[in-house]
């Protein structure tokens, strides 16, 4: 098992604190012109996030201390590693938004990790398997760490006591096992899918994805990236709302979800902030 090597929490302090040291000396150039506080408002977004990345919960803390059952993540470790660079999460911003799950939401795997685990988390702990040798786990869901002999046992485990499944879809072997898994053993109606972004994507997926689904999934790109099934695996393309709150409404109505939101949480969210 390969834990993240460089988590401290002390350098997550250290890191935040900084960050809104920076923060606030941004916001006091943009005073004077708001084009000077870009680059430091940057700087001190990157910090706060790496400084969140030392925090992220691992293995036994995931859930020792919340009983709710797991809704669990699952998504390609080579997608994760390339949407994550600088280049590609700028790239992204020039596709239709038609392809953002939801309007606050932008498409790149970065961000809409984020949105997806404020919500999640609200249900219960949202969980994904850490990808091994990692210097520090990306952000969204807490990380459980397993050797290369032990991850399918594990991902079986969570399935059987999961309240939800939430599978991005890609092309990699391992999502082809964890689909034909899921097929077998969880409930359609607990089942979210999220498509790929482009198009050439998608069909590469399909491809494979509609040997191994009970029914059928459009062979035209959809209108929604965001995918829920009924008791029968017929699927529903989620329309985009403000908000993936919004978003995933009909999901959550499905599977008997409220979700408890105070009046300033849904401030945030509909103008994009979630921290």
Not at 62 to 71: H, I, N, Q, S
Not at 216 to 222: F, G, N
Not at 249 to 258: A, C, H, S
């Amino acid at each position: 098992m390969d834990l993240p090597s460089s988590r401290s929490p002390g350098r997550a302090n250290l890191l935040k604190f900084t960050g809104v040291l920076v923060l606030v000396v941004a916001v006091a150039v943009g005073l004077a012109n708001p084009l000077f506080a870009i680059i430091p408002c940057y700087i001190a977004y990157l910090l706060l996030r790496r400084g969140k990345k030392h925090a992220v919960k691992i293995d036994d803390s995931v859930l020792k201390d919340d009983a709710r059952p797991p809704v669990i993540y699952l998504r390609s470790f080579k997608d994760e590693s390339l949407e994550s660079s600088v280049f590609q999460r700028f790239k992204g911003l020039a596709s239709s938004d038609k392809t953002w799950l939801a309007a606050t939401v932008p498409n790149n795997g970065i961000q809409e990790q984020d949105a997806l685990g404020y919500v999640f988390r609200k249900i219960g702990p949202y969980i994904a398997l850490g990808k091994p040798g990692e210097e520090l786990p990306e952000l969204g869901s807490s990380k459980l760490y397993t050797s290369n002999d032990e991850w399918q046992n594990s991902i079986r485990a969570f399935f059987e006591k999961s309240r939800l499944v939430v599978f991005r879809a890609g092309l990699t072997e391992s999502l082809k096992w964890e689909l034909v898994e899921i097929v077998h053993t969880v409930s359609p109606q607990k089942v979210l899918m999220i498509l790929p972004l482009k198009a050439a994507d998608y069909r590469g997926f399909i491809q494979w994805a509609n040997s191994i689904m009970p029914t059928r999934l459009s062979e035209d790109y959809p209108t929604s990236r965001l995918v829920k099934f009924d008791s029968d695996w017929m699927p529903s393309y989620l329309p985009q709302g403000r908000t993936i709150t919004e978003s995933l409404r009909p999901f959550f109505e499905e599977n008997g979800t409220v979700l408890r939101e105070s009046y300033w949480e849904k401030i945030l969210e509909t103008n994009g902030l979630r921290w």
